[in-house]
């Protein structure tokens, strides 16, 4: 089995990739990713990379299609990656999210490989009552970033044939420990304010829903989307990925962290009004098809080990948003140094940062989108 993961130097991928290489040695892993994010590991982490036969530095806009010569299957995690990165860099969302996306799955169809594999998201949702939102629920997305999720999976579903299968999964919010880890996800949020300031602040009032999922869920699931999906059931698969369990307020999130951690005070800014982004996601059918593959962990295992990876953060206290590990930040931060251009590509190939060598690592031509 040859493998390409697009997107995995991004904060998934960093965990997706070796993940894969422990449980399949036999398989062949490759990756695609732009490096936008290639610097910030975690100190003390591997290099992910080590454990990919070859990684390509390139921009999913510009790939060539030898490189997915001989590949069974792909996994799309490339992506602008959040809401706020969305708002600012919005014509790129859709260039990226979407419709490279959608050349890449024409690309591997073309190439003869098997089985396409989206990381979609349960923000299409958008602002939902309180009703638990399943596979056939409308959907409401808010922003740049839903929008093109929505408009991938569309176009995913008529690429879809029998050669060809794809399976959309409607990931809930990630959480979890990675060696590119992302403090702009809630819980991982929470964990870094209480390490680095001793409590925990909350950005809204802390009554919307969120369904979780942990980083190495996502991986588990990955890894089924792959193994048991490879030319069976329906060309076409759209699944929530996550576990009912863990729907929960963000309010809840913070308590649970809060009470992991040694009960810590838990704040509301002041001002703080309500995320209009607040939805419950039924997962029953992806728990059906998988055999109950989720949760593979516990919530209070997901705050552990993130507590013990962030550890460094108790040196800098209360400046955990303003780093790289916040993609935004990250991102502008490449722009402010003349080092990527209002496309988010880089200006050169000499100002794409090279990766850590820590393995078989080679590299394609320049750099690809990165991963969520």
């Known amino acids: 089995m040859r493998v390409v993961v697009a997107g995995n130097m991004g904060y998934v991928g960093s965990v997706l990739t070796p993940y894969l290489a422990a449980r399949h040695p036999d398989w062949t892993i490759d990756g ?16 992910p990379e080590r454990r990919v036969r070859r990684q390509w530095f390139l921009d999913l806009r510009d790939l060539p299609g030898e490189v997915l010569d001989g590949a069974d299957a792909v996994v799309n995690l490339a992506a602008v990656s959040n809401d706020p990165m969305g708002r600012e860099f919005e014509t790129v969302t859709a260039e990226i999210n979407r419709d490279a996306c959608l050349r890449l799955a024409a690309a591997a169809r073309d190439a003869g490989v098997k089985s396409f594999i989206f990381a979609s998201s349960c923000s299409t949702y958008g602002k939902a009552d309180n009703q638990q939102r399943n596979e056939e629920s409308s959907l409401n997305p808010l922003t740049a970033y839903a929008r093109s999720k929505v408009e991938s999976e569309d176009g995913l579903r008529r690429l879809a044939g029998p050669s060809f299968f794809v399976t959309c999964l409607r990931f809930a919010t990630a959480c979890g420990f990675s060696p590119r880890v992302r403090l702009d996800l809630a819980l991982n949020d929470f964990v870094a304010s209480a390490l680095s300031a001793g409590r925990i602040e909350l950005l809204s009032d802390g009554t919307p829903w969120r369904p979780l999922v942990a980083v190495t869920d996502m991986a588990r699931a990955i890894r089924w989307a792959i193994s048991e999906r490879h030319g069976a059931g329906e060309p076409f698969e ?14 809840e999130m913070a308590d649970k962290v809060a009470a992991v951690l040694g009960g810590l005070p838990v704040t509301v800014r002041p001002g703080a009004g309500p995320d209009p982004r607040s939805y419950r996601v039924d997962f029953s059918r992806f728990a059906r098809l998988s055999g109950d593959l989720l949760p593979g962990t516990t919530l209070d295992e997901v705050v552990a080990e993130l507590a013990s990876g962030l550890g460094f953060l108790a040196a800098s206290p209360g400046h955990f948003r303003e780093g790289g590990y916040v993609r935004l930040n ?3 931060s490449l722009r402010q140094r003349g080092l990527l251009g209002s496309d988010l590509r880089w200006v050169s190939a000499a100002a794409a940062p090279a990766a850590r060598e820590e393995g078989p690592v ?11």
């Open 238 to 251: 759209l699944l929530n990925c996550g576990a009912n369990s863990w729907n929960l307020t963000v309010r």
């Open 362 to 372: 080679s590299s394609g031509a320049n750099a690809l989108s990165a991963g969520r």
């Open 32 to 47: 695609i990713d732009t490096a936008w994010f290639g610097p910030d590991v975690v100190p003390g982490s591997p290099l």
């Open 330 to 332: 990250a991102l502008r």
